[in-house]
């Protein structure tokens, strides 16, 4: 039996009531709250900072937070989002200087550690990281905004990264973020994907709990 998380993207949630959205979608079914942190610098647009993570723990919020760095620097933000409550926090190698430093730096605060990896970037930096990382988060569109198409090559690219982790023998997460609906999680975890950011799939629909039911079924159709 697959140990798969479904995690909604606050990003596509109504940012008013983000503890309620919140809440809303654990008690849908999901497993993971999932962050989207952007700064208007290393992609085109701007999000959330510590303080919305530091808030989601203070409104009661226990379940895992999985915080995804798409900003240039990250050092900073990780002693704080570490700070805030984070359980994961996941970066881009490009945007780190020293990105053993970096993945220290996570590790050090008691979190789990994370690369993202953009459609075109290589698997090949994964040789000298796999055995300081939690997670590795494959991106199926090009960061900065929500609601995007699925880019089909990132399937290929998924079975490719999941055998590199099976040959490493390291438990490590595989996540995949970017136009992730109930019709193509199935394909994605056949692929070797174990952990599903979602946003506006979710988000965008009445019934949070039918959706994510939707997606399990789909899921229990993977041998």
Do not use: W
């Given at each position: 039996m697959?140990?798969y998380?479904?995690?909604?993207?606050?990003?596509?949630?109504?940012?008013?009531?983000?503890?309620?959205?919140?809440?809303?979608?654990l008690?849908?079914?999901?497993?993971?709250?999932?962050?989207?942190?952007?700064?208007?610098?290393?992609?085109?647009?701007?999000?959330?900072?510590?303080?919305?993570?530091?808030?989601?723990?203070?409104?009661?919020?226990?379940?895992?937070?999985?915080?995804?760095?798409?900003?240039?620097?990250?050092?900073?933000l990780?002693?704080?989002?570490?700070?805030?409550?984070?359980?994961y926090?996941?970066?881009?190698?490009?945007?780190?200087?020293?990105?053993?430093r970096?993945?220290?730096?996570?590790?050090?605060?008691?979190?789990?550690?994370?690369?993202?990896?953009?459609?075109?970037?290589?698997?090949?930096?994964?040789?000298?990281?796999?055995?300081?990382?939690?997670?590795?988060l494959?991106?199926?569109?090009?960061?900065?905004?929500?609601?995007?198409?699925?880019?089909?090559?990132?399937?290929?690219k998924?079975?490719?990264?999941?055998?590199?982790?099976?040959e490493s023998?390291?438990?490590?997460?595989?996540?995949?973020?970017?136009?992730?609906?109930?019709?193509?999680?199935?394909?994605?975890?056949?692929?070797?994907?174990?952990?599903?950011?979602?946003?506006?799939?979710?988000?965008?629909?009445?019934?949070?709990?039918?959706?994510?039911?939707?997606?399990?079924?789909a899921?229990?159709?993977v041998?």
């Amino acid at each position: 039996m697959h140990n798969y998380l479904i995690a909604p993207s606050l990003l596509a949630a109504d940012f008013a009531r983000l503890g309620d959205e919140a809440r809303a979608v654990l008690e849908a079914g999901a497993d993971v709250i999932h962050l989207d942190i952007m700064d208007n610098h290393y992609v085109p647009n701007l999000t959330f900072g510590p303080v919305i993570c530091e808030a989601l723990r203070k409104f009661g919020i226990k379940s895992p937070i999985d915080v995804h760095l798409m900003t240039r620097p990250v050092d900073r933000l990780i002693t704080e989002f570490a700070k805030a409550g984070a359980t994961y926090i996941t970066f881009h190698p490009e945007s780190s200087d020293h990105v053993d430093r970096s993945l220290n730096l996570i590790i050090d605060h008691g979190c789990k550690a994370g690369i993202a990896l953009n459609p075109t970037t290589s698997l090949d930096c994964l040789t000298y990281l796999l055995d300081k990382i939690d997670i590795l988060l494959l991106m199926s569109v090009n960061p900065g905004f929500g609601g995007q198409t699925f880019i089909p090559y990132t399937i290929p690219k998924l079975q490719k990264a999941r055998a590199l982790i099976a040959e490493s023998g390291k438990n490590i997460r595989l996540s995949i973020d970017g136009g992730i609906k109930s019709n193509n999680i199935y394909e994605a975890a056949i692929a070797g994907a174990d952990m599903f950011v979602a946003g506006s799939a979710i988000f965008s629909q009445p019934d949070y709990a039918k959706v994510i039911q939707d997606m399990r079924q789909a899921l229990k159709k993977v041998k």
